[in-house]
């Protein structure tokens, strides 16, 4: 583990916005291997804030963890005021935190607008029975939930492509498709797993724009990125990990130039030079 003071410590912006989500000393064990080890880091509430680590480091996990899919083996995580540890998913995600996956996870066989209208449920949500007996108020509330949908898909650039079955749209699209789908509960932090994982640089960069269209509307995001263009053009403050550790936090130009945190990344020192050319 890197001793304190070795850590590439910036400044974050913005400084004076209150923490959203706060891990302390958090740990994860899968057998003797540590998945996240002592871990601290606070997000503050409007940031796109980058989490970004070596295949293995423990991104998933976190993720994992924060959204209650595993149980925290030690430390606390914190979001807006309430602990969340032992809480199960559903009251997490009621909380105001949801996800998207490292690979595509859509339903087959329904278009995209349905895909968008399963995540609205949460917030959403009449009851089975008003909606089996086709009662006006369940019409009501779907054709609402519809148009809020609607209104999701536009905001990820969707919107025209609603009505074709998801497994039909290419795989830009598709995550798309699961951006608006998470959007659908309403969430105050929104966790992105490698969003642009296998994306062209066009692609990738449309998603950059859609993110930072999404924190300028008010949502906080958690952004796990292997591009390392997209986090320093999008991110406004980042969180480096490697062996599930802190390795550096705060502004992304600064921590991803520094030393430890190439070598962590690429192991070499003529690939590190070589991304410093790429930049
Ligand atoms: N469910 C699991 N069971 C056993 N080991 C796991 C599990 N999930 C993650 N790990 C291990 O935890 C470490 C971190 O994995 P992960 O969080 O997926 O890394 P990243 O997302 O940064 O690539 C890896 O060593 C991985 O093998
Ligand atoms: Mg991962």
């Known amino acids: 583990m890197p001793e304190t003071d070795t850590l590439t410590r910036t400044a974050a912006a913005p400084a004076a916005a209150p923490t959203l989500l706060d891990l302390q000393h958090l740990e994860k064990h899968f057998g003797g291997v540590t998945a996240v080890g002592d871990l601290s880091m606070s997000v503050k509430s409007g940031a796109i804030h980058g989490l970004i680590g070596p295949n293995g480091a423990g991104k998933t996990t976190i993720i994992n963890l924060l959204t209650g899919l595993y149980s925290i083996d030690g430390g606390t995580i914190t979001f807006d005021g309430t602990p ?36 609205c449920w949460l917030k959403r949500g009449t009851s089975l029975f008003a909606s089996f007996l086709g009662l006006p108020e369940a019409r009501r509330a779907r054709k609402a939930t519809e148009a ?50 296998g994306m062209n640089h066009s692609e990738a960069s449309a998603i950059g724009h859609v993110v930072r269209d ?34 550096a936090e705060g502004d992304p130009h600064t921590c991803l130039s520094a030393p430890d945190v190439q070598e962590a990344y690429f192991g070499r020192r003529r690939d590190a030079d070589r991304f410093q050319s790429l930049r």
Not at 234 to 245: A, L, P, S
Request: contains cysteine; negative net charge; proline residues 2%.
């Open 84 to 119: 969340v540890n032992g809480l199960e998913p559903h009251e997490i995600a009621a909380l105001g935190i949801a996800r998207t996956y490292q690979n595509v996870r859509l339903f087959k066989g329904m278009t995209a607008l349905e895909q968008v209208v399963t995540g």
């Open 148 to 197: 809020h949908a609607l209104s999701l898909l536009e905001r990820v650039g969707m919107a025209s492509r609603a009505h074709e079955l998801a497994e039909t749209l290419s795989y830009g699209e598709q995550r798309r498709i699961e951006l608006a789908r998470a959007l659908g509960s309403d969430p105050k932090l929104l966790l992105l797993d490698e969003p642009t994982a």
């Open 214 to 247: 999404l924190r300028n509307q008010g949502l906080t995001v958690l952004l796990v990125e292997h591009n390392m263009g997209l986090v320093t053009e999008f991110c406004d403050t980042c969180t480096v990990i490697n062996f599930g550790r802190l390795l």
